[in-house]
């Protein structure tokens, strides 16, 4: 069984930086295509940022281009999301999931397994 643990959200001020983890078990991480959702209240999760297996190959939506990175190390089966210029419109519940098999995946059905979430709060 995968599990995923989410950690880093909290409160910050707009402007300001985060960087969420999501720790992945299993011992095949290095095969997962990973992603970050957000769901704000009375909104659908979206996607966020997404990154092959091989790291080679990476997403983002147009909202958050230019201020979030999404970074794997394979030797820590853990997922980054590098957050700056963070704007209060981030605000969201952060989910990070793993998908076993196939390429970048964009949608929510697209992936296997979920971490609980992490709240993130920018304020203005």
């Known amino acids: 069984q995968v599990q995923l643990v989410e950690s880093g959200g909290g409160l910050v001020q707009a402007g300001g930086s985060l960087r969420l983890s999501c720790a992945v078990s299993g011992r095949t991480f290095r095969n997962y295509a990973l992603g970050w959702f957000r769901q704000a209240p009375g909104k659908e999760r979206d996607i966020v940022a997404a990154?092959?297996?091989?790291?080679?190959?990476?997403y983002y939506a147009d909202s958050v281009k230019g201020r979030f990175t999404i970074s794997r190390d394979n030797a820590k089966n853990t997922v980054y999301l590098q957050m700056n210029s963070l704007k209060p419109e981030d605000t969201a519940v952060y989910y990070c999931a793993a998908r076993q098999f196939g390429g970048l995946g964009l949608a929510t059905n697209d992936y296997n397994y979920w971490g609980q979430g992490t709240q993130v709060t920018v304020s203005s």
């Open positions: 990154i092959s297996w091989s790291a080679t190959t990476t």
